[in-house]
């Protein structure tokens, strides 16, 4: 392949237009279309820009194919994706389960300050887990900012399948955890004993059905290469948005962590104030959707 085709490769496996690559390098669309048509030639600085943006060699840059030298995962994506699906999805179900313990153990006679101590250092280290992933998810993402689409039709096809197994079995997981307390309720009323243990076990169940969701999610991301690409070769205006929504979604969760750990100490309401968690994952869904660039 030549220089042209290479760039062309590059550009549509990157899922951005001429515009785009134009800004990324501080020259003109012209420029990048004269590049494409092998009517012109970059300037060696520039062509090392293109090299550290998309990582890749001079050497197949110029005179390689940049298609062949990707067609295996080079880069342990796979591998690196399935850990982080794994840390984060089941991180964010054990703050869930370790609400559900504490709410057990309430049941069973502890009272409200020694819950709150038993589940405090579950919280500590689901929430360490999810925000150290995050680092070494941007840090992997820093150093493969495109990655090749090696993934085959038919693994994109059996994953599909398994995917509506991971969302409706967390529907199922839901709905059971919902009839479960209406029995309850029905049947015991809110008398302790039985109010705490179906509490304890409605957020056991839940914690499989967030695993289920968020696992099965971030394993369909993993599979749509175009979209990482296209997320991880943004235009400057666009990455000056992303990185405003990761610090406002930051926010949202710390605020909500704090609030949530404060209305534990002072008035015991670990049971109570889970919904916090909840409304910052909803606030962060809007932010991103209101700051985020549309795809193009």
Not at 44 to 51: A, E, K
Request: aromatic share 12%.
């Amino acid at each position: 392949m030549s220089f042209s085709e290479n760039l062309q490769f590059l550009r549509a496996q990157a899922g951005i237009t001429q515009e785009q690559l134009a800004e990324e390098l501080d020259v003109s669309r012209q420029s990048v279309s004269k590049w494409e048509s092998a009517q012109s030639f970059p300037e060696m600085d520039t062509l090392l820009r293109i090299c550290g943006l998309y990582d890749v060699n001079l050497d197949t840059l110029l005179r390689g194919s940049v298609e062949e030298s990707r067609t295996a995962d080079t880069a342990k994506y796979d591998v690196f994706m399935n850990r982080f699906a794994w840390r984060v999805s089941l991180a964010t179900a054990g703050i869930l389960a370790g609400l559900g313990l504490a709410v057990l153990a309430e049941g069973f006679g502890l009272s409200g300050e020694l819950t709150g101590i038993l589940f405090l250092p579950i919280l500590s280290v689901c929430v360490v887990v999810i925000v150290a992933s995050g680092i070494q998810h941007e840090n992997f993402c820093r150093r493969h900012p495109l990655i090749a689409d090696f993934y085959t039709e038919e693994e994109k096809d059996a994953f599909a399948q398994k995917f509506v197994w991971y969302i409706s079995g967390g529907v199922g997981a839901v709905l059971t955890a919902l009839i479960l307390m209406t029995l309850t309720e029905r049947l015991f009323g809110e008398e302790p004993p039985w109010d705490a243990w179906a509490a304890g076990i409605f957020f056991f169940i839940m914690a499989g059905a967030v695993w289920s969701f968020t696992f099965g999610g971030m394993q369909q991301d993993k599979y749509n290469i175009a979209k990482y690409n296209r997320e991880h070769n943004p235009s400057p205006h666009a990455r000056r948005r992303k990185a405003l929504t990761g610090t406002i979604c930051g926010v949202l969760m710390l605020s909500a962590t704090a609030v949530y750990v404060g209305l534990g100490l002072s008035l015991g309401l670990w049971k109570q104030a889970w919904w916090l968690f909840a409304v910052g994952g909803i606030l962060c869904a809007v932010v991103s959707v209101a700051l985020n660039p549309k795809e193009e």
